[in-house]
Structures are given as structure tokens and as C-alpha cells.
């Protein structure tokens, strides 16, 4: 640019940029710029030449050499900053120059105005796009220009040449991985791939892509009838709106044929290193349109297809004949909760796919469309529906949670699983079972009566090792389970859980005085061999003994299980009853394939 030079010091002599336009002639006293660059300008050369060999020189804070050139990078408008310094004088002085990119000039491809058009507005980044509506398809009529998500730092795909004008022309160009989003290979109609695509929308398939060719009349035409009617050497007739432009193709290495051909992924590989994809030529048989393999690491543009509601695995209704179904039914939702009554242990539910070719299955059982079937619910509980056609399948489960029923007092109560009565006692705020439980769980791991004596499990209730009383899985009484002891059910009736450590502390030393809590609680019977209790609140504690092994301790100890574990694996707290002591004792390396009796305490 034109200067003038005023030799003082920390002024510049000469300033040079070797891109854009610069508002003004050069003048060492003027400190402030504006350079124009074109849209696709992403750098340039910035030469700064101080008036005093002593002067020190930086440009965006970087101490450069005065008189050369130094690139600086100006992806988006900017500013660039001079500064210069002497040490022997205090001041310093500071150029500014305004980098501004030019509005891309994009020309503009006319649209086919025989065609009414749709709209997708794409919530990630705000981009609108037309679509269309070609057979039984909705395609985009538009190639995709998604880099990234409105404030995220995140960026896919590339423009060609890296021009910014080309994006805003032919939208951007992706890699297969990058189009896929990592989602694996799919020949199905529709390819239930969203990969790079808006929300309801998905990468076609290559499946999808041939029913295209078929809809338009085949393959020989299919460039001739989606082309673009301008924008190509030998451009289309765009009969059905898809207004297919020639975006070119990119390599690792570079870019190439902008304006001569049209490259398209498909959601459908062709080998571990290649994939499919749809390619559209200047002169390709006639506008012939090519089904090829590529190695995945190209660039090619990328069209959307809107998804279709999937009929084929989803119910038509579900419907039990007890409780309230939580939302209301509704096919595209998968997931409910049904609220039954506390004493509910069994009820009919059916169901009925839209699809009378799919198959039902309830809780892993094959039953047919409509068929009422009896569901046992003895606690609570999740009842899986999948429904299957050919190779899809869609599971919807239901979550059946039953009410509690708030006692208070002292009384009984039944447990709707085997119809055994419990009484319960009211100590302070909780709510206690007043009598060992004696619930026998199905399977193997069920517990023991003493010496295996129905008649003591008749006195007594059964006894338990940890992972029986909390219904999980037998490995935990060996290794940590990490799970929360709040409110953990367990095997107890519904309503009623396994009372963790600091429940069993406010019964025995918060509720009641601690050294004779035990005194208190336990029962005024000859069944403890001496010192028998006073049975105060009606607790009526019995020496049950334990189980590890072989049974011992019977007449002379009862120990419960809590939920809660301790800082060892093999572990849990225990509060134990002694036929020698007054108060209730508290352990915390209680192992917990022992076998202890269980209270169970209301929600």
C-alpha cells in the first residue's frame, strides 16, 4: 500500500498486508485500519517495519522481526494488533487493523417451482433445508452444510477447497465415519442410521438410494431426472425437486471434479476399507447414475431421508385389569408404571401389535395378539413386552408399583405372597413387623429353618444370609454391592423394607434407652434359656439362633439382618439380642452368608 514514513520513535514506517483491500493511505500517526479480504480468506501475510532500528515489534503479542513477513491466521473477522516499543522511551504505541470478509458470493440455482417444497429446520446449528417428497420417501432437496452444534467447538466434515462460499453452495463434504457418527453398516429400509443427520432424519441406506431409482423410473435416468436444471456442464432436468448440484469429492490429500460430478454416502459399506455411495457425472452413459465402493476416508456430500413411524414393532394398546398406567398409552412410548393396590399379587394384562404379522412376547413368553394373560406380581416388579417382526423387534416395559398400606398402632397384617400374618408394634415414628419373617423365596436360595425344622420356622421365621434377605444376587455376599440400604425391599411384603443400620440405631438408642433396650424388646418367654425380657412395646424378640453351617444358639441369641454393608465385601452390620445382656448389641463384620433372622420395617 502507498506510505508515507515519519522517522520517530515506536511508530511503524511501513505496514503491508498481502490479502484484502485497506481503507486509507498508510501514515505512521494513524493508528486504526480496515482491510477487506474475500469470504474464503483464512490467513494472510502481515509485514511490519518499525522507523527505528532500537524499536521492538509484536504482532498479536508475539515479538517479531521488523520488516518481514509473518503469517496470521483470520478464520472468521478480527483484529490484528501492532505494537510497537523502544527502551528509551517509556511510551509504545499501538496499530489495530480491522480484518473484515466480504459476503460470499453464491449463484444462484433456480428451484423447481412445479414442486411444493417442505422444510427441516435443524435444531443443532438453526440451518434450514428444503425437502421433498419423491414416491413414499422424504428426501432432503438440499445437501447437508452441519459442521456443529450452536456454541460447541466440535467440527465435521469440510468445504471444499476449504472455501466457505463452496459450503454455503454445496454444503459440506464428510467422511464415512463422519457421516455414520460410528453407528455400524446398514442394508435396511430404512437404515435406522440418524449418523450426521438431524433428529428424525437418517443417512439412506444403499437399499434406499436403489428405491429412489426405481420411483424416478431406474437407474439410466435417474441423473437426468435429479440433476439440477442449471449449475452443470450438462446439467438435469430436476423433475422431482432434489436439485442435485455438482459438489465435487474430497481426499486426505486435496479436493476435486467441483462442478463436474456429484458423490453421495450411503449408510451401507462395501468391506472393512470401503463403502457405498451414489454418484452423479457430466457425461455418465446419458446421465447414468453409478452404485460404487470407495475407501471411507473420502469426502462426499451427504442428503438426508426423514424417518417413518415404525408400525411394524410397535402395540396398538396394552391393557391390565388392575392399577393406573402411567403416562397414557401411547405406541412410541416404551416405558410405564403401573400403581396396583398393596395386596394385588396377581392380574391379566393383554396386548395387540399394530402389525398383524408380529409376534408377542410377555416376560419371555410367546402369546398371541389380544390374549389376556395372568401376570404374577407378588412384589414389585417389571413386566417386559417385545414385539418382533422379521429382524426388528421393540421392547416396552411396565413397572408395577404397588401402594403402600400405612398402619399404624399395634395389629396384623397379611403378606399377599403366601398369605402369612404378621403382627406390627409402633415404637416412636417407625413402624415395626412384631415377628420374624417366615417368607420363603422361590429358588434355591430360599433360607433355613433351624435345623431345618418347619416347626421353627413356625416359632422363629427363617433365617437368612445377606443377599437372600435383599433379593440379589448370591455373589454379593462375598464381594461389595455398593447399593443405598434406604428403603431397600428386598424380601420383605410390599411396603415394607429391610431396616438399615441407622433405623435399627434410632429403635434401640433413640427410641428406647440403650442398656436395656435389649431387656425391653425381647420376649417375656421360657424360650430364652434365662433372663427373659419385659416385651415392653410388644417387639417380642426370640432367640432364634443363626445358621452358618449348622445351626447353633438357639434359646440364647437372636441377630438381625440389616441392609447395611460395611467397608468389607463380605460384611454387613448386625443387631444381636444375648440371653446375658440388657442392651441390644450392634456389630459391623457380621458375614454375611450367616443365616439371621429379618424384621421388616414400613416404608
Same mark, same amino acid.
Given at each position: 500500500m502507498?506510505q508515507?514514513?515519519v522517522?520517530t #520513535?515506536?511508530?511503524?514506517?511501513?505496514?503491508? #498486508?498481502?490479502s484484502?483491500?485497506?481503507?486509507?493511505?498508510f501514515?505512521?500517526?494513524i493508528?486504526?485500519y480496515?482491510d477487506s479480504v474475500?469470504?474464503t480468506?483464512?490467513s &494472510? =501475510?502481515?509485514t511490519?517495519?518499525a522507523?527505528?532500528?532500537s524499536?521492538t515489534?509484536k504482532?498479536?503479542?508475539v515479538?517479531v522481526?521488523?520488516?518481514?513477513?509473518v503469517?496470521?491466521?483470520?478464520p472468521t473477522?478480527t483484529t490484528?494488533?501492532?505494537?510497537v516499543s523502544n527502551?528509551?522511551?517509556?511510551t509504545?504505541?499501538t496499530y489495530?487493523?480491522?480484518?473484515? =470478509? $466480504?459476503?460470499?458470493v453464491?449463484?444462484t440455482i433456480?428451484w423447481?417451482?412445479?414442486i411444493?417444497?417442505?422444510t427441516?429446520?435443524?435444531?443443532?446449528?438453526g440451518?434450514?433445508y428444503?425437502?421433498v417428497?419423491i414416491?413414499?420417501?422424504t428426501?432432503?432437496?438440499e445437501?447437508?452444510?452441519?459442521?456443529n452444534? +450452536?456454541?460447541?467447538?466440535?467440527s465435521?466434515?469440510?468445504c471444499?477447497?476449504n472455501?466457505a462460499?463452496s459450503?454455503? $453452495?454445496?454444503?459440506?463434504l464428510y467422511?464415512?465415519?463422519?457421516?455414520?457418527?460410528g453407528?455400524?453398516?446398514s442394508t435396511?429400509?430404512?437404515?435406522?442410521?440418524?449418523?450426521?443427520?438431524?433428529?428424525? !432424519? =437418517?443417512v439412506p441406506?444403499?437399499g434406499?438410494?436403489?428405491?429412489l431409482?426405481?420411483?424416478?423410473?431406474?437407474?439410466?435416468? &435417474?441423473g437426468?431426472? #435429479?440433476k439440477a436444471?442449471s449449475?452443470?456442464?450438462?446439467?438435469?432436468?430436476?423433475e422431482?425437486?432434489?436439485r442435485? *448440484?455438482p459438489?465435487g469429492?474430497g481426499?486426505t490429500y486435496g479436493f476435486?471434479?467441483v462442478?463436474?460430478?456429484?458423490?453421495? !454416502?450411503t449408510?451401507?459399506?462395501?468391506?472393512s476399507?470401503?463403502?457405498k455411495?451414489?454418484?452423479? +457425472?457430466i457425461?455418465?452413459a446419458?446421465?447414468?447414475?453409478?452404485e &460404487?465402493?470407495?475407501?471411507?476416508?473420502?469426502f462426499?456430500?451427504q442428503?438426508c431421508?426423514?424417518?417413518?413411524?415404525?408400525?411394524l414393532t410397535?402395540?396398538?394398546r396394552?391393557?391390565f385389569d388392575?392399577?393406573? /398406567?402411567?403416562?397414557?398409552?401411547?405406541s412410541?412410548v416404551?416405558?410405564y408404571?403401573d400403581?396396583?393396590?398393596a395386596?394385588?399379587?396377581?392380574?391379566n394384562v393383554s396386548?395387540?401389535?399394530s402389525?398383524s404379522?408380529?409376534t &408377542?412376547?410377555i416376560n419371555?413368553?410367546?402369546?398371541?395378539s389380544g390374549?389376556a394373560?395372568?401376570?404374577?406380581v407378588?412384589?414389585?416388579?417389571?413386566i417386559?413386552?417385545?414385539?418382533?417382526n422379521?429382524?426388528r423387534?421393540?421392547?416396552?416395559?411396565?413397572?408395577?408399583?404397588?401402594k403402600?398400606?400405612? *398402619?399404624?398402632?399395634?395389629g396384623t397384617?397379611?403378606?399377599s405372597?403366601?398369605?402369612?400374618?404378621?403382627?406390627?408394634v409402633? +415404637?416412636?415414628?417407625q413402624v415395626?413387623m412384631?415377628?420374624?419373617l417366615?417368607y420363603?423365596?422361590?429358588?434355591?436360595?430360599s433360607?433355613?429353618?433351624y435345623?431345618n425344622?418347619?416347626?421353627?420356622?413356625?416359632?422363629?421365621?427363617r433365617?437368612?444370609d445377606?443377599?437372600?434377605?435383599?433379593?440379589i444376587?448370591?455373589?454379593?455376599?462375598?464381594t461389595a454391592?455398593?447399593?443405598?440400604?434406604?428403603? =431397600?425391599?428386598g424380601i420383605?411384603?410390599?411396603g415394607?423394607h429391610?431396616?438399615?443400620?441407622?433405623?435399627?440405631?434410632? /429403635?434401640?438408642?433413640?427410641t428406647l434407652a440403650s442398656?436395656?433396650?435389649g431387656t425391653?424388646l425381647k420376649a417375656n418367654?421360657?424360650?430364652w434359656?434365662?433372663?427373659?425380657g419385659?416385651?415392653?412395646?410388644?417387639?417380642?424378640?426370640?432367640?432364634?439362633g443363626?445358621?452358618?453351617?449348622?445351626s447353633?444358639? *438357639?434359646?440364647?441369641?437372636?441377630?438381625?439382618?440389616?441392609a447395611s454393608?460395611?467397608?468389607?465385601?463380605g460384611?454387613s452390620?448386625?443387631h444381636?439380642?444375648?440371653y446375658?445382656?440388657a442392651y441390644a448389641?450392634?456389630t459391623?463384620?457380621?458375614?454375611k452368608?450367616?443365616?439371621?433372622s *429379618?424384621?421388616? #420395617?414400613?416404608?
Amino acid at each position: 500500500m502507498p506510505q508515507n514514513s515519519v522517522d520517530t #520513535l515506536t511508530t511503524l514506517h511501513a505496514l503491508t #498486508l498481502d490479502s484484502g483491500s485497506v481503507t486509507g493511505i498508510f501514515d505512521s500517526t494513524i493508528l486504526s485500519y480496515t482491510d477487506s479480504v474475500a469470504s474464503t480468506v483464512t490467513s &494472510l =501475510h502481515v509485514t511490519a517495519t518499525a522507523s527505528s532500528a532500537s524499536d521492538t515489534v509484536k504482532i498479536n503479542g508475539v515479538v517479531v522481526t521488523s520488516g518481514v513477513a509473518v503469517l496470521v491466521n483470520v478464520p472468521t473477522d478480527t483484529t490484528i494488533t501492532i505494537v510497537v516499543s523502544n527502551p528509551n522511551t517509556p511510551t509504545k504505541r499501538t496499530y489495530m487493523v480491522r480484518i473484515a =470478509h $466480504k459476503a460470499a458470493v453464491v449463484t444462484t440455482i433456480p428451484w423447481n417451482s412445479a414442486i411444493t417444497y417442505g422444510t427441516l429446520s435443524d435444531a443443532r446449528d438453526g440451518k434450514s433445508y428444503r425437502t421433498v417428497k419423491i414416491g413414499t420417501q422424504t428426501w432432503m432437496a438440499e445437501n447437508l452444510n452441519y459442521r456443529n452444534t +450452536t456454541g460447541s467447538t466440535d467440527s465435521v466434515g469440510k468445504c471444499y477447497n476449504n472455501s466457505a462460499d463452496s459450503c454455503v $453452495k454445496y454444503g459440506r463434504l464428510y467422511s464415512w465415519a463422519e457421516a455414520m457418527k460410528g453407528a455400524a453398516s446398514s442394508t435396511a429400509i430404512p437404515s435406522g442410521v440418524q449418523g450426521v443427520c438431524p433428529a428424525g !432424519w =437418517h443417512v439412506p441406506s444403499d437399499g434406499e438410494w436403489s428405491a429412489l431409482a426405481t420411483t424416478v423410473g431406474g437407474l439410466s435416468i &435417474l441423473g437426468q431426472k #435429479l440433476k439440477a436444471s442449471s449449475g452443470w456442464t450438462k446439467p438435469g432436468i430436476d423433475e422431482f425437486g432434489c436439485r442435485i *448440484l455438482p459438489g465435487g469429492v474430497g481426499y486426505t490429500y486435496g479436493f476435486n471434479l467441483v462442478s463436474t460430478l456429484a458423490s453421495f !454416502w450411503t449408510g451401507t459399506d462395501a468391506g472393512s476399507t470401503d463403502a457405498k455411495y451414489r454418484v452423479f +457425472t457430466i457425461d455418465n452413459a446419458g446421465y447414468e447414475a453409478s452404485e &460404487l465402493g470407495v475407501n471411507k476416508t473420502s469426502f462426499m456430500s451427504q442428503r438426508c431421508v426423514q424417518d417413518i413411524p415404525d408400525t411394524l414393532t410397535t402395540l396398538h394398546r396394552i391393557v391390565f385389569d388392575s392399577g393406573s /398406567l402411567s403416562p397414557v398409552f401411547d405406541s412410541n412410548v416404551t416405558t410405564y408404571t403401573d400403581t396396583v393396590s398393596a395386596t394385588v399379587s396377581s392380574f391379566n394384562v393383554s396386548a395387540s401389535p399394530s402389525s398383524s404379522n408380529a409376534t &408377542l412376547t410377555i416376560n419371555g413368553s410367546q402369546v398371541a395378539s389380544g390374549a389376556a394373560v395372568t401376570v404374577l406380581v407378588p412384589k414389585d416388579t417389571t413386566i417386559t413386552f417385545v414385539v418382533a417382526n422379521g429382524p426388528r423387534a421393540r421392547t416396552y416395559t411396565v413397572r408395577v408399583v404397588h401402594k403402600a398400606i400405612a *398402619l399404624t398402632g399395634s395389629g396384623t397384617f397379611p403378606d399377599s405372597r403366601d398369605n402369612q400374618t404378621y403382627k406390627y408394634v409402633t +415404637t416412636g415414628t417407625q413402624v415395626w413387623m412384631a415377628k420374624n419373617l417366615n417368607y420363603k423365596p422361590s429358588g434355591p436360595d430360599s433360607g433355613w429353618c433351624y435345623n431345618n425344622d418347619t416347626g421353627n420356622c413356625a416359632t422363629y421365621g427363617r433365617l437368612y444370609d445377606w443377599a437372600t434377605a435383599m433379593a440379589i444376587s448370591q455373589s454379593y455376599n462375598t464381594t461389595a454391592w455398593g447399593g443405598s440400604d434406604v428403603k =431397600h425391599q428386598g424380601i420383605c411384603p410390599v411396603g415394607w423394607h429391610v431396616p438399615s443400620d441407622a433405623e435399627w440405631m434410632k /429403635l434401640t438408642d433413640t427410641t428406647l434407652a440403650s442398656a436395656t433396650a435389649g431387656t425391653k424388646l425381647k420376649a417375656n418367654s421360657s424360650l430364652w434359656s434365662t433372663n427373659t425380657g419385659t416385651d415392653d412395646y410388644g417387639f417380642t424378640v426370640l432367640p432364634a439362633g443363626l445358621r452358618s453351617g449348622s445351626s447353633s444358639d *438357639l434359646g440364647y441369641f437372636a441377630y438381625f439382618r440389616s441392609a447395611s454393608e460395611n467397608s468389607m465385601g463380605g460384611f454387613s452390620q448386625y443387631h444381636g439380642f444375648s440371653y446375658s445382656l440388657a442392651y441390644a448389641s450392634r456389630t459391623n463384620d457380621g458375614s454375611k452368608t450367616i443365616g439371621y433372622s *429379618l424384621r421388616c #420395617l414400613q416404608d
